[in-house]
């Protein structure tokens, strides 16, 4: 009978390279008060779970 123990250890670390961050800006048209518009110019409003209403309409 052989019995062979094996152990290992590692630390990891992300590499913040190429200014990764997250997104600024986003492709939704807005009005002048900054706020999400249809290419109708109705103000489009945000659901409870944060998607956007209207956009299919």
Do not use: W
Request: hydrophobic letters at 40%.
């Amino acid at each position: 009978m052989q019995l062979i123990f094996l152990s290992s250890y590692s630390a990891n670390e992300f590499l913040n390279t190429g200014n990764v961050h997250k997104a600024e800006l986003h492709p939704y048209s807005t009005d002048a008060s900054g706020n999400i518009a249809h290419v109708n110019g109705k103000v489009l409003d945000y659901t409870e779970y944060g998607a956007i209403t209207g956009i299919f309409v």
